[in-house]
């Protein structure tokens, strides 16, 4: 069974750092791209960000560019992503998602390509 936890949500104040965490098992992890969506209310899930399985490539959605940072560390199944200079606009529901890319060093900002998905945690940021 294949299980991805997030981890490390909370509320802050514009201007602040999280760190979110997301542990995966049930999955061959080193050979997933992991990806980071959000969702406000009301709102759609959008891409956050994305790693490839080889950490050689990540992408960023433009509006967190410069403030997020996405690492991944494959011997503890875990993928972060580091979000500094919080905005409430950031304010939103984030998942964790895997897509089964392997051997394609690939990553996708479509919600629909990913395979597997965490229960979400809260990121609230007030002004």
């Known amino acids: 069974q294949v299980q991805l936890v997030e981890s490390g949500g909370g509320s802050v104040q514009a201007g602040a750092s999280l760190r979110l965490s997301c542990v995966v098992s049930?999955?061959?992890?080193?050979?997933?791209?992991m990806g980071w969506f959000r969702q406000a209310p009301g709102k759609d899930r959008e891409v956050v960000g994305a790693?490839?399985?080889?950490?050689?490539?990540?992408y960023y959605a433009a509006s967190v560019k410069d403030r997020f940072t996405i690492s991944r560390d494959n011997a503890k199944r875990t993928v972060i992503v580091q979000m500094s200079s919080l905005k409430p606009e950031d304010t939103a529901v984030y998942y964790c998602?895997?897509?089964?890319?392997?051997?394609?060093?690939?990553?996708?900002?479509?919600?629909?390509?990913?395979?597997?998905w965490g229960q979400g945690t809260q990121v609230s940021v007030s002004s």
């Open positions: 998602a895997a897509d089964r890319t392997w051997p394609n060093n690939i990553y996708s900002d479509r919600a629909s390509e990913y395979d597997y």
């Open positions: 049930g999955i061959a992890f080193s050979t997933v791209t």
């Open positions: 790693i490839t399985w080889s950490t050689t490539r990540t």
